[in-house]
C-alpha cells in the first residue's frame, strides 16, 4: 500500500482549536480564495472533479455553478450534519478532530456562490458534536474569520454569518429538501423536484446543500489546485475520501486515503482483516441503502463510483460493513427493513406501506411461518417501492432487501426450508390486515 498524508483529518494534534488550525495554514486557504474570483473558485472545484461525499457522488462544482450569480434574493448554504444512514459515522470525525476546516470551507464556499448565510444541520442525538462545532464557530467569530468583522480582517466586502441548526433524531431529515423543511420549522417531508433548490430552497431562495466532508475538501482544493486534487486516487472520482469500517473486522474506524482503494485492501491490510480469520459473507460498501456485494466477488473491486457501478452497487458515504461467515443474513435484511420503516416519513404510499410490508414479511420468515414465496414477494413490494417514491429512502429500502435476495438466492431459500415450520397461506395482505399495523414500542427499539 502506498504512503498517504492525510489532509482532512491530518495526525496533528488539538486541530481543533483554533490557535492550531492557524499554526498549520488555517485560514490562509479563504484569503487565497479572496484573491480569485467567485467563478474561478466555482471553476477550480469543478476542475478538481470533487464529486459530493454524501451519497449520491454529484460534482460539487457543477452543483454551485447552479446557483444564480445575480439575483435580488438572499442565498444560503446548508451543510448536511445529519449522519444518519446505519454504518456511517465520517463526518463526526470532521466536526470533532478538524471543525476550522469545515468552517473554512464554508468560508470559500460562500464567497464562490456569494452566500450570506449558512447552517450546519447537525442530527439530533450529535448533542456534543454540536457543543464542539458550536466552540469553533465562537472561536472563528472571536477572530473577526465569520460575520460583519470579516470585512475588516479580510478587507474584502463580503461577509457570511453560519449558524448550527440541531435535528431531532429523524434519518429522514439527512435528505436535502426534508432538511430544508426542517430548518423553516415545517414538518419534514421531502419535496417534489424540480424545482431544485438552486432555484427554489430554503425560504424559497437559492440555496445549495452540500455534505460535510465535502465542503471540509474545498479548502485543500484551494490550497493544493485542482490538478494536484484530480491526480489523487480515482479518475472519475478524485480526492482523498473518509472511509469508515465497521462490522467484523479487526480494526473499525474512519481511516482518510484516496478514493479507489481495494476493498481487500481496506478489510485486510488497513482495518486488520476479519477476527478468528473468517470468510467474508457479505460487505456493504456504502452504508445500509446500497446493494450489497458477494464476499467471494469483492476481489479486485475499488472503492469510487465508477468501479462500484461496475459490479452493481454505489460508493454511497464509502462506509464498508462487513460481515462475516456466520452472520444470520435474513437477520441483517429484517433489521435494515426495521430501520428503513421507522424512518418512512409516510407521505408516498409505496414507501410507508411497502417498507412495513418488507419488514412483516421478515419477520414473518424469521419466526419460521414464511415459505420460499416469501422471497419472490418481498422482491415484488421492493420494485414496486423502487422509483415510485417521492425521495430516494424508498430505493434505499429496496435495494437492501432486492439485491441480497438476488445475490444469496440460494442462501436465503436453504434458510427459509430449515425455519419453515409452518407454512403461510394467505400471503403477507392476510398477516398485515390484523390491528396490529406497527410493532410494539419495546421492540422497536430493539431495532437497529
Ligand atoms: C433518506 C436520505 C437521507 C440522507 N441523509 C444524508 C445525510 O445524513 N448526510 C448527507 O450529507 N446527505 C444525506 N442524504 C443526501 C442528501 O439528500 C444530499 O444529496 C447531500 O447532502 C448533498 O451533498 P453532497 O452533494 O455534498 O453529497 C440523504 C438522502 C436521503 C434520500
Ligand atoms: S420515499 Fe418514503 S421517506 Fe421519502 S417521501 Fe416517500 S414516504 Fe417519505
Known sequence: MERYEPVLLPAVENLHRIDIYEAHGGYERIRKAFTMSPAKVIAEVKASGL??????????????????????RPKYLCVNADESEPGSFKDRQILERNPHLLIEGILIAGWAMGIGTAYIYIRGEYESWARMVERALAEAHERGYIGARMRETFGTDYAIDIHVHRGAGAYICGE???????????RPYPRIKPPFPA??????????????????????????????????????????????ISGHVNRPGVYEFPTGMLLTELIY?????VPGGKCIKMVIPGGTS????????????????????????????????VMDEDTDLLDVLTRIAS????????????????TGWMFKILQRLQGGDGGPGDLDLLVSVAGNIEGNTVCALGEAAAWPVKYTIERFRSELEEHVRRHATKRSTGGPIRTLAGSETRIPISSQRENP
Open 339 to 354: 430501520f428503513y420503516w421507522n424512518e418512512s416519513c409516510g407521505q408516498c404510499t409505496p414507501c410507508r406501506e411497502g
Open 51 to 72: 464529486r459530493g461525499r454524501g451519497g449520491a457522488a454529484f460534482p460539487t462544482g457543477l452543483k454551485w455553478s447552479f446557483m444564480p450569480a445575480e439575483t435580488d
Open 176 to 186: 436535502e429538501s426534508s432538511l430544508m423543511n426542517s430548518i423553516e420549522g415545517l
Open 269 to 273: 491490510d488497513v482495518a486488520g482483516g
Open 199 to 244: 432555484q427554489r430552497g430554503l425560504w424559497g431562495c437559492p440555496t445549495t446543500i452540500n455534505n460535510v466532508e465535502t465542503i471540509a475538501n474545498v479548502p485543500v482544493i484551494i490550497e493544493r489546485g485542482a490538478a494536484w486534487y484530480a491526480s489523487v486516487g480515482a479518475e472519475k472520482q478524485p480526492g482523498p475520501i473518509l472511509y469508515g
Open 290 to 321: 446500497m446493494p450489497p456485494l458477494r464476499g467471494d466477488r469483492i476481489e479486485g473491486v475499488r472503492m469510487d463510483v465508477e468501479s462500484l457501478k461496475a459490479v452493481g452497487c454505489g460508493i454511497g458515504t464509502a462506509s464498508l460493513i
